[in-house]
């Protein structure tokens, strides 16, 4: 079994900061790419940000700027250091990540809980 587990969230005034981190635990291989996805209030799951195994990311355009993605391999580990948040950055916030599992020749995609953000004043 694979587990990511989600922390961080919060409630933060417009213009703050938060960041979020997810561990990645259990019968890993090797982790692909790892992000962060969000979803708001009755709207779809969207992609915020992603980071490969070598380090490349990729951002939604309104994340561009004001979010950072990064990753510790070793500790299977992602982070998302959100700044200058908006009351649009609302939205529960998901880690995702592609993992191959200990005896498996496939990656899988796997999900956290989620974890709440709320920017308001």
């Known amino acids: 079994q694979v587990q990511l587990v989600e922390s961080g969230g919060g409630l933060v005034q417009p213009g703050g900061s938060l960041r979020l981190s997810c561990a990645a635990s259990?019968?890993?291989?090797?982790?692909?790419?790892m992000g962060w996805y969000r979803q708001a209030p009755g709207k779809q799951r969207e992609l915020v940000a992603t980071?490969?195994?070598?380090?490349?990311?990729n951002y939604q355009d309104s994340a561009k700027g004001r979010f950072t993605i990064s990753r510790d391999n070793a500790k299977n580990t992602v982070y998302l250091q959100m700044n200058s948040l908006e009351p649009e950055d609302t939205a529960v916030y998901y880690c995702?990540?592609?993992?191959?599992?200990?005896?498996?020749?496939?990656?899988?995609?796997?999900w956290g809980q989620g974890t709440q953000v709320t920017v308001s004043s």
């Open positions: 995702n990540a592609d993992v191959r599992r200990t005896g498996d020749i496939r990656y899988r995609a796997y």
């Open positions: 259990g019968s890993i291989f090797s982790i692909n790419t």
């Open positions: 980071i490969t195994s070598g380090g490349t990311t």
